[in-house]
C-alpha cells in the first residue's frame, strides 16, 4: 500500500476515534491503542510531510461543541498539551525550551488528573458561565451543571474579568461506586473516570449532573483584565486565596533534574492520592518567558504533559474467550490467573484482534507480561517463551459468531474478524441502542431499558420492528403505562421524518459516525443511490478514506442488512436529504452580512456561500462592526480574532445548518441572541 494512503486511513480511523471519545464520551478502544495510532501518523507525517493534510487531527484538538448544547466561543483558545513517555522526552523538551528563551528556566510540575477541561469566565465577582473545550475555539456551554460543584465558588472576591482553567474529575471511590451502581441497575460501567466525569457534565439536565460526586481543580489563570503577574506559581496563589481549589501539590523547580526527581516520587506514591493521575504536567513558570514561545495549532510550547509508564507484572493465560461488540466485531480476551495491577485485581485482558495474537505468538498456557495503564483494560505485552512447557495451545478466531453461528469474516485492510449478521442477538441489543441515541434516530423515551424490555419479551428483534410496535404492545411493559407508552409510540413515529443522515448513522456502518453520515447524506441525497454505489466513488468524497468506503459497501452487500432497510422503508421511513426546494426557501438571511472563514467540516465553501444568498443574506470577507455572524470552521484565524475583539457573534457549521432550517428571520435572530 502506498504511504498517502496508510496516512488518509489512519486519519479516518484517528477522526472515528476521536468521535467516539470526545463527542460520545464512549470510546472503543483503550488510551494506549489510540495513542499508537496517533504515534504512527506523527511519524509516518514527519517523513512524509508532502502527504501532510492541513485537517490532519495532529493539527488540532480534541472534539467538537454538540448541537445540543449553546455555544460559547473561548476568549482564550483551549488547547492540548505535547505528550513525554520518558524522562529523555522530558530532557529534549527542556533543550528545546532553553533553546528558545536563552535564559535560565523555572518550571511548576503539576498533577495530570484525568477529568474533562473546563474553562470558567467571573466578572464582577460572580460565575458568569463555564464551557468545555470542545474543538478548542468553540465549546459546550456547561453552567448551569458547573455550577452543582461544590468547589466551584459563585462568588470571589475580586471585581476583575477572570478567566480560569480547570478539571473535572471524580475520586477513585466515588468512581468505583458510580460503576457499581451502573451494574446493580444493568448499566453499563464507565471505562475510566475521564469518562464518567465528561458524561455527568455532559448533560442536559443538571439535576443529573448534581447526583454525581464531582469534583474540580483548577490549573491555569486563562485571562485577567487587570491583575498582573510574572509567574504561573504566583497566579496559583491568587487564585488559592480568591478560594478556587488549585491543582494540589504543586511544585516549582530549578531545573529539569529537579523536576524528574518529583516526577520519580509521585510515580512511586500516586497510588495513594484519592484521585486517579495519568501523568505529570510540566509548565514553564515565566509568565513573559511563556510569551516569548508561543504555540503551535494544538498546544503551547512551554507546556508538555509527561504520561506515567504502565506498572507491568507476570502472569498466566488460563483461557482465551471471544465476545461481540455493537458493530460485530469478535474481540479476543485473556482470562488470567488473578494479578494484582495498579491497586485492582486483573483477572482479564484484551487481545484486540487475530493480528495482535498472532505477532505475539500468545497461546492458552503461556506465561505473559501484562501492563495496565491509564484505562481499566489491562494489556498482554509479551509471552515469555522461556517459560513455555509444551502444553499451550493454539488460539484460533473462531469461523462462525459464537453467538448467532453464522459466518464471520474479516475485511480486506482490516484486523478485526467479524459478524456481520446485523440480526446477530449480540449486536442487536447494543445495535438498537446506538439507532435510538441522540445522535442517530434521537428517540426520546426509548433507553437502554426499555430496549431490553423490548428484546426480552420478544416484541423487536431488530430496528425496523420498532417501528410497528403499538401502544397495547408496550402499555403493560413494567415501569410503562399509559402517558409513557403514547409517548414512545408518538416519539417513535416521529423518527420516521428525521433526515437522512441520522437513518444512516443509525444503522451502525462501522467507521461511519456522525460526520461520515453527514457527508454520505449531502453527497448523495437517497439512500438508494448510497446501497448501489461502489468502494471507488466513495473514496472521492471529501474525507473519506478506503476503509470508511469499504465498510460501507460491504455494509449493503449483506442480504440481512438490505432486508432491514426495506422494512424500514415499508414502514415509511424517510430516506432522502430533507432540502428545502429552491423557490421556497425562506429568506431568513434577509439584509444580514456574513463572514465565512476557515475550514467547514461537511460543507464545502461555495455551498455555504449559496445556502446563505439562496435565503436573503450577503456573504462578504472582512469582519466588520456591521457583519451580523461568522461562521467559523477549522483554521479559521485572523477573522476570528476579530470578530471575538468586536463581540461578534461566530457560529460552527451545525448552529448554521440549523439556521438554515428556521422558517423566519425572527427565529434565527432569537437564535443567535
Ligand atoms: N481511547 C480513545 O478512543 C481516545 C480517543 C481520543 C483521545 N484519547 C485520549 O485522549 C488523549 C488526548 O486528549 P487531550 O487532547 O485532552 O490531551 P491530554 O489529555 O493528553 O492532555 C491535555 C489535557 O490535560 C488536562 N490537564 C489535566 N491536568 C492538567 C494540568 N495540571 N495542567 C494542564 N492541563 C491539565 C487538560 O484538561 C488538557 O486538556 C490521548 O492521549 C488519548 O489517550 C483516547
Ligand atoms: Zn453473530
Same mark, same amino acid.
Do not use: W
Given at each position: 500500500?502506498?504511504?498517502?494512503?496508510?496516512?488518509?486511513?489512519?486519519?479516518?480511523?484517528?477522526?472515528?476515534?476521536?468521535?467516539?471519545?470526545?463527542?460520545?464520551?464512549?470510546?472503543?478502544?483503550?488510551?494506549?491503542?489510540?495513542?499508537?495510532?496517533?504515534?504512527?501518523?506523527?511519524?509516518?507525517?514527519?517523513?512524509?510531510? +508532502?502527504? !501532510?493534510?492541513?485537517?490532519?487531527?495532529?493539527?488540532?484538538?480534541?472534539?467538537?461543541?454538540?448541537?445540543?448544547?449553546? +455555544?460559547?466561543?473561548?476568549?482564550?483558545?483551549?488547547?492540548?498539551?505535547?505528550?513525554?513517555?520518558?524522562?529523555?522526552?522530558? !530532557?529534549?523538551?527542556?533543550?528545546?525550551?532553553?533553546?528558545?528563551?536563552?535564559?535560565?528556566?523555572?518550571?511548576?510540575?503539576?498533577?495530570?488528573?484525568?477529568?474533562?477541561?473546563?474553562?470558567?469566565?467571573?466578572?464582577?465577582?460572580?460565575?458568569?458561565?463555564?464551557?468545555?473545550?470542545?474543538?478548542?475555539?468553540?465549546?459546550?456551554?456547561?453552567?448551569?451543571?458547573?455550577?452543582?460543584?461544590?468547589?466551584?465558588?459563585?462568588?470571589?472576591n475580586d471585581n476583575d474579568e477572570i478567566v480560569v482553567r480547570g478539571e473535572v474529575y471524580i475520586s477513585k471511590e466515588d468512581f468505583k461506586k458510580v460503576n457499581e451502581q451502573q451494574s446493580e441497575q444493568d448499566l453499563q460501567g464507565f471505562a475510566n473516570p475521564r469518562n464518567l466525569a465528561a458524561g455527568s457534565l455532559r448533560q442536559l439536565d443538571p439535576k443529573l449532573t448534581a447526583k454525581r460526586p464531582l469534583d474540580i481543580f483548577i490549573f491555569n489563570l486563562e485571562y485577567s483584565q487587570?491583575?498582573?503577574?510574572?509567574?504561573?506559581?504566583?497566579?496559583?496563589?491568587?487564585?488559592?486565596?480568591?478560594?478556587?481549589?488549585?491543582?494540589p501539590n504543586y511544585k516549582v523547580c530549578k531545573n529539569i533534574d529537579e523536576v524528574i526527581e518529583h516526577i520519580k516520587y509521585w510515580t512511586e506514591n500516586r497510588e495513594n492520592l484519592e484521585f486517579e493521575i495519568d501523568g505529570m504536567v510540566i509548565k514553564v513558570n515565566s509568565l513573559k518567558q511563556r510569551e516569548s514561545m508561543g504555540y503551535t495549532a494544538k498546544s503551547p510550547r512551554w507546556a508538555i504533559a509527561y504520561k506515567f509508564p504502565a506498572e507491568k507484572k507476570?502472569? !498466566?493465560?488460563?483461557?482465551?474467550?471471544?465476545?461481540?461488540?455493537?458493530?460485530?466485531?469478535?474481540?479476543p480476551t485473556a482470562v488470567l490467573e488473578p494479578v494484582r495491577l495498579a491497586g485492582t485485581?486483573?483477572?482479564?485482558?484484551?487481545?484486540?484482534?487475530?493480528?495482535?495474537?498472532?505477532?505475539?505468538?500468545?497461546?492458552?498456557?503461556?506465561?505473559?507480561?501484562?501492563?495496565?495503564?491509564?484505562?481499566?483494560?489491562? +494489556?498482554?505485552?509479551?509471552v515469555i517463551k522461556e517459560e513455555r512447557t509444551g502444553e499451550e495451545v493454539e488460539f484460533n478466531m473462531p469461523d462462525k459468531c459464537p453467538v448467532c453461528s453464522e459466518p464471520t469474516v474479516r475485511l480486506e485492510g482490516e484486523s478485526a474478524v467479524k459478524c456481520i449478521n446485523i440480526s446477530c442477538p449480540a449486536q442487536i441489543r447494543r445495535g438498537i441502542i446506538h439507532f435510538a441515541s441522540r445522535d442517530a434516530m434521537n428517540i426520546d423515551g426509548l433507553g437502554e431499558s426499555i430496549i431490553s424490555l423490548l428484546l426480552n419479551e420478544n416484541i423487536i428483534n431488530d430496528i425496523s420492528d420498532l417501528y410497528k410496535i403499538r401502544k397495547e404492545d408496550v402499555v403493560n411493559l413494567e415501569r410503562m403505562g399509559e402517558k409513557s407508552a403514547t409517548n414512545l409510540i408518538n416519539a417513535i413515529n416521529k423518527s420516521k421524518e428525521n433526515d437522512l443522515w441520522r437513518l444512516i448513522n443509525g444503522l451502525g456502518i462501522k467507521f461511519i459516525g456522525t460526520k461520515g453520515a453527514k457527508i454520505l447524506a449531502n453527497s448523495y441525497k437517497d439512500l438508494d443511490k448510497i446501497m448501489n454505489t461502489t468502494a471507488s466513488e466513495l473514496v472521492n468524497l471529501e474525507e473519506f478514506g478506503e476503509t470508511m468506503a469499504n465498510s460501507v459497501v460491504e455494509f449493503f452487500k449483506e442480504d440481512k442488512n438490505i432486508k432491514v432497510v426495506d422494512k424500514l422503508k415499508e414502514y415509511g421511513l424517510n430516506t432522502k436529504v430533507i432540502e428545502n426546494e429552491n423557490n421556497d426557501i425562506n429568506k431568513v438571511f434577509e439584509g444580514?452580512?456574513?463572514?465565512?472563514?476557515?475550514?467547514?467540516?461537511?460543507?464545502?465553501?461555495?455551498?455555504?456561500?449559496?445556502?446563505?444568498?439562496?435565503?436573503?443574506?450577503k456573504s462578504t470577507s472582512s469582519v466588520s462592526k456591521s457583519t451580523t455572524f461568522v461562521l467559523a470552521g477549522e483554521e479559521a484565524g485572523s477573522k476570528l480574532t476579530k470578530a471575538n475583539e468586536l463581540g461578534i457573534k461566530v457560529i460552527d457549521e451545525d448552529t448554521f445548518i440549523e439556521l438554515c432550517k428556521l422558517s423566519s428571520k425572527e427565529d434565527v435572530e432569537s437564535r443567535l441572541k
Open positions: 500500500m502506498n504511504v498517502e494512503k496508510i496516512i488518509n486511513e489512519l486519519i479516518d480511523k484517528i477522526n472515528y476515534h476521536n468521535e467516539k471519545y470526545y463527542n460520545e464520551d464512549s470510546p472503543e478502544i483503550s488510551d494506549i491503542e489510540y495513542d499508537n495510532l496517533v504515534k504512527e501518523l506523527i511519524k509516518l507525517e514527519e517523513e512524509n510531510p +508532502q502527504f !501532510k493534510r492541513i485537517d490532519s487531527p495532529t493539527n488540532r484538538v480534541g472534539g467538537k461543541a454538540l448541537e445540543k448544547f449553546n +455555544q460559547i466561543t473561548h476568549k482564550i483558545p483551549m488547547l492540548s498539551l505535547s505528550n513525554a513517555y520518558s524522562y529523555s522526552d522530558l !530532557k529534549d523538551f527542556d533543550k528545546r525550551v532553553r533553546d528558545m528563551v536563552n535564559e535560565d528556566i523555572e518550571y511548576v510540575v503539576e498533577f495530570k488528573i484525568d477529568g474533562l477541561s473546563v474553562g470558567i469566565t467571573y466578572d464582577n465577582g460572580e460565575f458568569q458561565y463555564g464551557a468545555t473545550r470542545g474543538n478548542g475555539v468553540i465549546g459546550e456551554d456547561i453552567s448551569k451543571n458547573l455550577m452543582t460543584i461544590k468547589n466551584i465558588p459563585l462568588k470571589i487587570n491583575n498582573q503577574f510574572k509567574s504561573h506559581s504566583e497566579s496559583l496563589e491568587f487564585l488559592s486565596k480568591l478560594g478556587f481549589s488549585v491543582s507476570k502472569t !498466566k493465560i488460563i483461557d482465551i474467550i471471544v465476545e461481540v461488540g455493537r458493530t460485530g466485531t469478535i474481540t485485581s486483573v483477572s482479564r485482558a484484551t487481545l484486540h484482534n487475530e493480528d495482535y495474537i498472532k505477532e505475539k505468538d500468545i497461546k492458552i498456557n503461556d506465561t505473559v507480561l501484562v501492563q495496565k495503564a491509564g484505562d481499566i483494560i489491562p +494489556q498482554v505485552l509479551e444580514m452580512k456574513i463572514v465565512l472563514t476557515g475550514t467547514l467540516p461537511t460543507l464545502k465553501r461555495n455551498d455555504a456561500k449559496e445556502m446563505i444568498e439562496s435565503r436573503g443574506g
